[in-house]
């Protein structure tokens, strides 16, 4: 359960649809999720991560790619997510 929550989360940068030309080549990366997940850009970056991450696990669950405990809130979920990418910097760079 836990690996298949890690790939889960590893996944969400591919989910990344932003419109419009990219401005910045970090776009879809771990690092620009981290720093949405991390309040870098206030409140819009802390809502744009709860999505991703509510989302993903929305689809991988009903998939059952995913098993969550019943009981896993929004918030644990996010924690989860910013715990991993801040503990793997050497994997932020990956889309």
Same mark, same amino acid.
């Given at each position: 359960?836990?690996?298949?929550?890690?790939?889960?989360?590893?996944?969400?940068?591919?989910?990344?649809?932003?419109?419009?030309?990219?401005?910045?080549?970090?776009?879809?990366? *771990?690092?620009?999720?981290?720093?949405?997940?991390?309040? *870098?850009?206030?409140?819009?970056?802390?809502?744009?991560?709860?999505?991703?991450?509510?989302?993903? +696990?929305?689809?991988?669950?009903? *998939?059952? +790619?995913?098993? +969550?405990?019943?009981?896993?809130?929004?918030?644990?979920?996010?924690?989860? +997510?910013?715990?991993?990418?801040?503990?793997?910097?050497?994997?932020?760079?990956?889309?």
């Amino acid at each position: 359960m836990k690996i298949g929550l890690i790939l889960v989360m590893l996944s969400l940068p591919l989910f990344v649809a932003i419109s419009g030309p990219a401005q910045d080549e970090s776009v879809g990366t *771990g690092l620009f999720l981290q720093e949405m997940c991390n309040g *870098g850009k206030g409140d819009f970056g802390e809502g744009y991560c709860y999505g991703i991450t509510k989302g993903v +696990l929305f689809a991988a669950y009903n *998939g059952h +790619l995913v098993c +969550l405990p019943e009981a896993a809130t929004a918030g644990q979920e996010h924690q989860v +997510l910013v715990k991993y990418l801040n503990d793997h910097p050497e994997r932020l760079h990956e889309n």
